[in-house]
């Protein structure tokens, strides 16, 4: 669009492509929780034994994608991809392990 005076339509596109992309993103985010919310609790359970908390954080960030600022998406992706996945996943840690860990008071 390098022709003068199309930087409103351009702009137009651009909200537009955004808004459309929110609505995929949100639709999908509550379709998989629809899915969740059917799976019995002691099925959840024993996924939670078996899934790599490198998994788990990437499920995670799909899930909070539509819910963020793209900047922070793109902060968060960097760390869990480029860093916490890999690490996680050569050590083969499982989620069960943070999930009986005590939670301290107060932080």
């Given at each position: 669009m390098a022709v003068k005076g199309n930087k409103k339509k351009a702009e137009g596109l651009l909200l537009e492509a955004r808004?459309?992309?929110?609505?995929?993103?949100?639709?999908?985010?509550?379709?998989?929780?629809?899915?969740?919310?059917?799976?019995?609790?002691e099925e959840k359970a024993e996924d939670n034994d078996q899934i790599l908390f490198a998994d788990f954080?990437?499920?995670?960030?799909?899930?909070?994608?539509?819910?963020?600022?793209?900047?922070?998406?793109?902060?968060?992706?960097?760390?869990?991809?480029?860093?916490i996945v890999p690490y996680f996943k050569e050590k083969g840690i499982t989620f069960r392990i943070f999930t009986n860990m005590p939670i301290p008071n107060g932080r």
């Open positions: 808004q459309n992309f929110e609505l995929a993103a949100n639709a999908q985010a509550e379709e998989e929780l629809i899915i969740s919310a059917h799976i019995p609790e954080m990437l499920d995670w960030l799909e899930i909070v994608r539509p819910s963020i600022e793209l900047t922070n998406y793109i902060s968060y992706s960097n760390s869990v991809k480029g860093r």
